[in-house]
């Protein structure tokens, strides 16, 4: 299962990582975002060692949240050497993730 | 070939499932979302099934689902496509472009929430629309918001967000709230929620994120600004696909009774898309159960 990293991990766990990170801006009364959980340990056991997988709960990190403009739960956010790539706003199926990574 | 195809993860087509594996059929669940229940997961709580006083209706949704499993039930992943029979043989067509055969088909997608359908809407959708108030409440904290609606979920969304937005604009057609008495009374003694009665959003405007609605009221318009849209204006029934195969009434439901036997031979009718008078957990159940007895039924004389 992805880890949870708070704000002051992000600088070093997503920005300076050395392979693309996958950002899951979660919240706990988010039924979607738990819908998504499952296919996100999925992924992470399928691209392992080629893709990182975070998890930012929303509700602790506001300050990330209104840094990176997130207004809905779940957003993915992809980063590629600390930069964002791509973005999916709300839940999607496991195929749509694959197709931004 | 399947007995039965059950189309749908929500609490009738888990009951259905239930039904199906008890019967001996041969039978699988198509769910759109992996490991979903339907709409049942996102009410805050449930306190009309019996048996489960005080439960939330994601815990409640994953119960059905565990027994569901626990019996045997075969899932299958896939948004139905196209629903079409020939000779006696119901054909599945999924969008990925899988295809299933049955000899009945148990259609129990439920509903969806309805669009506003006005200009902007699909456009600023995770940019500060939102129909889950929930989910993205807490990224309007402090912030200004337009609740639409004036059922109980639209109230309730009011409500919830009020506890950390600035200002709540409640936004509805009436003059009157469908909503029940208790919620009523608390919106109207919270002191940040503002009433915008008999008037209707238009337009949602802005530039990267949502900024504006457009409120028209006696037939003068005029912008608020807000940082954030939750529309609550009730559902839709899930039944686009069946449209010329079963009988709908003039607001979408697929014709049945009690029994779920619709005006096509085969298919059969379970929950929220079925002609009712309550829709609620322990009806839909209740349609599960109906549905497999009537489609064991169809099978026992089917050629």
Same mark, same amino acid.
């Given at each position: 299962?992805?880890?949870?990293?708070?704000?002051?991990? @992000?600088?070093?766990?997503?920005?300076?990582?050395?392979?693309?990170?996958?950002?899951?801006?979660?919240?706990?009364?988010?039924?979607?975002?738990?819908?998504? $959980?499952?296919?996100?340990?999925?992924?992470?056991?399928?691209?392992?060692?080629?893709?990182?997988? &975070?998890?930012?709960?929303?509700?602790?990190?506001?300050?990330?949240?209104?840094?990176?403009?997130?207004?809905?739960?779940?957003?993915?956010?992809?980063?590629?050497?600390?930069?964002?790539?791509?973005?999916?706003?709300?839940?999607?199926?496991?195929?749509?993730?694959?197709?931004?990574? | 070939?399947?007995?039965?195809?059950?189309?749908?993860?929500?609490?009738?087509?888990?009951?259905?499932?239930?039904?199906?594996?008890?019967?001996?059929?041969?039978?699988?669940?198509?769910?759109?979302?992996?490991?979903?229940?339907?709409?049942?997961? @996102?009410?805050?709580?449930?306190?009309?099934?019996?048996?489960?006083? =005080?439960? !939330?209706?994601?815990?409640? =949704?994953?119960?059905?689902?565990?027994?569901?499993?626990?019996?045997?039930?075969?899932?299958?992943?896939?948004?139905?496509?196209?629903?079409?029979?020939?000779?006696?043989?119901?054909?599945?067509?999924?969008?990925? =472009?899988?295809?299933?055969?049955?000899?009945?088909?148990?259609?129990?997608? =439920?509903?969806?929430?309805?669009?506003?359908?006005?200009?902007?809407? $699909?456009?600023?959708?995770?940019?500060? *629309?939102?129909?889950?108030?929930?989910? !993205?409440?807490?990224?309007?904290?402090?912030?200004?918001?337009?609740?639409?609606?004036?059922?109980?979920? %639209?109230?309730? !969304?009011?409500?919830?967000?009020?506890?950390?937005?600035?200002?709540?604009?409640?936004?509805?057609?009436?003059?009157?709230?469908?909503? +029940?008495?208790?919620?009523?009374?608390?919106?109207?003694?919270?002191?940040?929620?503002?009433?915008?009665?008999?008037?209707?959003?238009?337009?949602?405007?802005?530039?990267?994120?949502?900024?504006?609605?457009?409120?028209?009221?006696?037939?003068?318009?005029?912008?608020?600004?807000?940082?954030?849209? @939750?529309?609550?204006?009730?559902?839709?029934?899930?039944?686009?696909?069946?449209?010329?195969?079963?009988?709908?009434?003039?607001?979408?439901?697929?014709?049945?009774?009690?029994?779920? *036997?619709?005006?096509?031979?085969?298919? @059969?009718?379970?929950?929220? &898309?079925?002609?009712?008078?309550?829709?609620? &957990?322990?009806? %839909?159940?209740?349609?599960?159960?109906?549905?497999?007895?009537?489609?064991?039924?169809?099978?026992? +004389?089917?050629?």
């Amino acid at each position: 299962m992805p880890a949870r990293i708070t704000a002051a991990e @992000f600088e070093t766990e997503v920005l300076g990582a050395e392979v693309p990170v996958l950002a899951d801006f979660y919240s706990d009364s988010c039924i979607p975002c738990k819908r998504m $959980s499952p296919i996100l340990s999925q992924l992470e056991t399928e691209y392992a060692g080629k893709l990182k997988i &975070v998890k930012i709960n929303t509700n602790f990190e506001s300050d990330l949240t209104e840094k990176y403009g997130v207004l809905a739960a779940p957003t993915l956010i992809l980063f590629k050497n600390g930069e964002e790539v791509s973005r999916i706003r709300g839940a999607v199926k496991k195929d749509e993730i694959i197709k931004i990574l | 070939m399947y007995d039965i195809i059950i189309l749908g993860s929500g609490p009738a087509g888990l009951t259905a499932a239930i039904y199906a594996s008890r019967a001996g059929l041969k039978f699988a669940v198509i769910e759109k979302e992996y490991l979903g229940t339907g709409q049942i997961a @996102f009410a805050e709580r449930v306190d009309n099934y019996p048996g489960f006083y =005080g439960t !939330d209706g994601y815990s409640l =949704g994953e119960k059905l689902r565990e027994h569901a499993e626990t019996l045997g039930t075969e899932f299958i992943e896939g948004e139905v496509a196209a629903l079409a029979k020939s000779g006696s043989v119901w054909n599945i067509s999924l969008s990925d =472009g899988g295809k299933l055969e049955a000899k009945a088909v148990i259609y129990a997608l =439920g509903a969806s929430p309805r669009k506003l359908g006005i200009k902007g809407e $699909s456009e600023y959708l995770g940019r500060g *629309v939102s129909y889950c108030a929930l989910c !993205d409440g807490a990224f309007f904290a402090g912030k200004t918001v337009a609740v639409i609606g004036g059922g109980d979920t %639209a109230l309730s !969304d009011a409500l919830y967000l009020s506890k950390t937005a600035e200002k709540v604009y409640l936004i509805h057609r009436r003059d009157t709230f469908r909503a +029940n008495k208790t919620l009523s009374d608390k919106v109207k003694a919270a002191d940040n929620i503002e009433l915008v009665l008999n008037a209707v959003p238009t337009e949602i405007a802005g530039g990267e994120n949502a900024e504006i609605i457009i409120i028209t009221h006696d037939g003068t318009s005029r912008a608020v600004a807000v940082s954030g849209i @939750f529309v609550a204006v009730g559902t839709v029934p899930n039944t686009a696909l069946v449209k010329g195969i079963a009988e709908l009434d003039e607001t979408g439901y697929i014709k049945a009774g009690e029994d779920c *036997v619709t005006a096509a031979a085969g298919l @059969f009718a379970a929950g929220d &898309v079925r002609t009712k008078n309550v829709r609620q &957990v322990i009806t %839909a159940a209740a349609d599960g159960a109906n549905a497999v007895i009537s489609a064991g039924k169809y099978l026992d +004389n089917y050629q």
